[in-house]
Antibody, heavy 121, light 110 residues
Framework: QLQLQESGPGLVKPSETLSLTCTVS??????????WGWIRQPPGKGLEWIGN???????YYNPSLKSRVTISVDTSKNQFSLKLSSVTAADTAVYYC?????????????WGQGTLVTVSS | QTVVTQEPSLTVSPGGTVTLTCASS?????????PNWFQQKPGQAPRSLIY???NKHSWTPARFSGSLLGGKATLTLSGVQPEDEADYYC??????????FGGGTKLTVL
């Protein structure tokens, strides 16, 4: 059974960089039929797609966040990571990692449990 | 910036039928946007219910169905159960694999 687990600091200071890692178990991040994505949800609000990465390193970002976002992959550790720079209180959210099935379809079929990141001094 | 629109809230009686819709500011929703539907209960991660407009996962209850109708993606719940009370989100893809979520529909079973 595929599992994804987010990890990283739960508190980040304004103007600093938010860094999270998603560890994938029960499957290979190097599979050719999947991308890997980050989604976030501010408290009490809706979901926002942040970006996706392929095992080769190809990335796709939300245009509204593109200038601040970097997603990377480490196939040797079966992990992918998110960095969001120059954070403000508006970046406070639960951050989810998810698998994007991409063989004849596009579907975030498996999700991590999410991790709350609070931006505050 | 593409906007995906859903009903903010809907109410349905137990055993009833309700249809949620998902519209795109760019025009008609098509299969090429690979419409996804997710269910989210409080304190939980979203769970995928429907993909590519009408396909179900092995874990998707039979009472959930998806389609494209009238230029929108729709999610229909038939024979609603109390445990279906949740937030429902649609997701559309543009320009390859760039996704845009709808604002979500809060479904109340009352």
């Amino acid at each position: 059974q595929l599992q994804l687990q987010e990890s990283g600091p739960g508190l980040v200071k304004p103007s600093e960089t938010l860094s999270l890692t998603c560890t994938v178990s029960g499957g290979s991040i190097s599979s050719s039929t999947y991308y890997w994505g980050w989604i976030r949800q501010p408290p009490g609000k809706g979901l926002e797609w942040i970006g996706n990465i392929y095992y080769s390193g190809s990335t796709y970002y939300n245009p509204s966040l593109k200038s601040r976002v970097t997603i990377s992959v480490d196939t040797s550790k079966n992990q992918f990571s998110l960095k969001l720079s120059s954070v403000t209180a508006a970046d406070t959210a639960v951050y989810y990692c998810a698998r994007l099935a991409a063989a004849g379809t596009l579907n975030f079929d498996y999700w991590g449990q999410g991790t709350l990141v609070t931006v505050s001094s | 910036q593409t906007v995906v629109t859903q009903e903010p809230s809907l109410t349905v009686s137990p055993g009833g039928t309700v249809t949620l819709t998902c519209a795109s500011s760019t025009g008609a929703v098509t299969s090429g946007s690979y419409p996804n539907w997710f269910q989210q209960k409080p304190g939980q991660a979203p769970r995928s219910l429907i993909y590519s407009a009408s396909n179900k996962h092995s874990w998707t209850p039979a009472r959930f169905s998806g389609s494209l109708l009238g230029g929108k993606a729709t999610l229909t719940l038939s024979g609603v159960q109390p445990e279906d009370e949740a937030d429902y989100y649609c997701l559309l893809f543009y320009g390859g694999i760039q996704g845009v979520f709808g604002g979500g529909t809060k479904l109340t079973v009352l």
